[in-house]
């Protein structure tokens, strides 16, 4: 399992924890212009590799800039 995102909105703290690993399908907050939005982590580390499920398109980008921009986990890998 990896990251524990946290929010600070305003003057209340919230705290939102998003568990990922690898081989998980997941949603961002914008669509790929493929018009899908799913996708599967591919590579977990500093940086996370995803690759869009409609296309096949890879995205490779900072841990801290994945997790601003996760929506939701869609479904968990079987391990």
């Known amino acids: 399992m990896h990251s524990a995102t946290s929010f600070n909105h305003s003057a209340r703290e ?4 998003m568990m990922y690993d ?10 790929h212009p493929c018009g899908t939005n799913r996708w599967q982590i591919i590579r977990v580390g500093a940086d996370i590799k995803i690759q869009c499920t409609g296309c096949g ?14 929506k939701k986990i869609l479904e968990k890998a079987e391990k």
């Open 14 to 17: 919230r705290t939102v924890i």
């Open 57 to 70: 398109h890879i995205v490779m980008m900072p841990r801290r800039e994945f997790d601003h921009k996760l």
């Open 22 to 31: 690898l081989n998980d399908i997941v949603e961002m907050k914008k669509p």
